[in-house]
């Protein structure tokens, strides 16, 4: 059973880098599949963030990938976010999530950890 | 502003049947696989339909989904009050190369 896990800190201060590790548990990261954040505003609805292959091949969505890194760690089992010069737009229950790829195209991801909500404050 | 447009919210009796709309364009719904979540509140999304159509293991023939040009649709029969929750639809935009959600539908069975 594929299982996901989020951890970070859940106060981040404004410029300052938000970083969140997820721990995957009953399946390989090294695999075919990719592994995604995505993030959720209080009251909010999903937003997509990007996602990492094994090979080192990742996708951002435009609107934050100026500020976003996704890297992933195949020794731990794990794959990690960091969000640059944070404010209090970014405050957001963020999930990661495995996510499927063909042809270029990742429409589905299938596995969800249970987020972490992640405050941006003084 | 979602790039996939959903109703913000739909109702029905128990029993009753339920559709969820969700409308994008050619570069996401109109080229790729449509995707499917229901979020109980509370909880993390969790995949409903993928493929435009397919249900994954465990997910009961109630839940349907129908995919027509660049549009897509949620259909819930024999609604439950314990289907009460947010709907999100889901695809990929080649254009932008990412992933992309609607706005989501939050369902009252009342």
């Known amino acids: 059973q594929v299982q996901l896990r989020e951890s970070g800190p859940g106060l981040v201060q404004p410029s300052e880098t938000l970083s969140l590790t997820c721990t995957v548990s009953g399946y390989s990261i090294s695999s075919i599949y990719y592994w995604g954040w995505i993030r959720q505003p209080p009251g909010k609805g999903l937003e997509w963030i990007g996602s990492i292959h094994r090979s080192g091949n990742t996708f951002y969505t435009p609107s934050l990938k100026s500020r976003v890194t996704i890297s992933v760690d195949m020794s731990k089992n794990q794959f990690s976010l960091k969000l640059n010069s944070v404010t209090a737009a970014d405050t957001a229950v963020y999930y990661c999530a495995r996510v499927v790829c063909s042809g270029g195209s990742c429409p589905k991801s299938d596995y969800w950890g249970q987020g972490i909500l992640v405050t941006v404050s003084s | 502003q979602s790039v996939l447009t959903q109703p913000p919210s739909v109702s029905a009796a128990p029993g009753q049947k339920v559709t969820i709309s969700c409308s994008g364009s050619s570069s996401n719904i109109g080229n790729n696989y449509v995707s499917w979540y229901q979020q109980l509140p509370g909880t993390a999304p969790k995949l409903l339909i993928y493929?435009?159509?397919e249900r994954p293991s465990g997910i009961p023939d109630r839940f349907s989904a129908s995919k027509s040009g660049t549009s897509a649709t949620l259909g819930i029969t024999g609604l439950q009050t314990g289907d009460e929750a947010d709907y999100y639809c889901g695809t990929w935009d080649s254009s932008l190369s990412a992933g992309v959600f609607g706005g989501g539908t939050k369902l009252t069975v009342l």
């Open positions: 493929e435009n159509n």
